[in-house]
């Protein structure tokens, strides 16, 4: 069975920096693209950034690119997003999303989700 | 960047109805457009992928269609856990990747 578990989120100040974590089980995480949707209070979905499953090809949102990093150890079967700059545009649940086969960007399974809320 | 419209933003019909929901791309996606449910407090869900493909589970009521740039989600009769909103999302020109902004569908 396909699990995804994030953590790390929270209140933050606005510039501040936080990382989030997703923990993959069920399936062979290193040959899977993974990504991360965001949904704002009471809004629809927005993608935020992709990742290849060997790490080297990355791709982000206009509205975090610069401030955001995407990256996965393999070997924890784990994703991270780290966050800097935040703003309160970046409030918001964090998903993380596994993709399809190869280099398919299709959500298959999504996780919970983390809250983001940032605040002063 | 592929936006996508969907309409309508809110639809309401009482179960065992039909439900027809669209989605327009503003360039073609081929067939690459994906549907998603999305309850209260819950994270989306996959209906279908590749425009009329069921993911694994999903209910045969639940049925995709379309090419291009117009797509559609049918529901052939609403149980009541169909209630929610629906988004179309489509992989084709990215990046970015794009969703619709929703349907709601709710009970009349």
């Known amino acids: 069975e396909v699990q995804l578990l994030e953590s790390g989120g929270g209140l933050i100040q606005p510039g501040g920096s936080l990382r989030l974590s997703c923990a993959a089980s069920g399936f062979t995480f290193s040959t899977y693209v993974m990504s991360w949707v965001r949904q704002a209070p009471g809004k629809g979905l927005e993608w935020v950034s992709t990742?290849?499953?060997?790490?080297?090809?990355?791709y982000y949102a206009d509205s975090v690119k610069g401030r955001f990093t995407i990256s996965r150890d393999n070997s924890k079967n784990t994703l991270y997003l780290q966050m800097n700059s935040l703003t309160a545009e970046d409030t918001a649940v964090y998903y993380c999303?596994?993709?399809?086969?190869?280099?398919?960007?299709?959500?298959?399974?999504w996780g919970q989700g983390t809250l983001v809320t940032v605040s002063s | 960047e592929v936006v996508l419209t969907q309409s309508p933003v809110t639809l309401s019909l009482s179960p065992g109805e039909r439900a027809t929901l669209s989605c327009r791309a503003s360039?073609?996606?081929?067939?690459?457009l994906a549907w998603y449910q999305q309850k209260p407090g819950q994270a989306p869900r996959l209906l279908i992928y590749d425009a009329s493909n069921r993911a694994s589970g999903i209910p045969a009521r639940f049925s995709g269609s379309g090419s291009g740039t117009d797509f559609t989600l049918t529901i052939s009769s609403l149980e009541p856990e169909d209630f929610a909103v629906y988004y179309c999302q489509q992989r084709y020109g990215w990046p970015p990747i794009t969703f619709g902004q929703g349907t709601r569908l709710e009970i009349k």
């Open positions: 990742i290849f499953g060997n790490g080297d090809s990355t």
């Open positions: 999303a596994k993709g399809g086969s190869g280099a398919d960007v299709l959500f298959e399974y």
């Open positions: 360039h073609s996606v081929l067939r690459y």
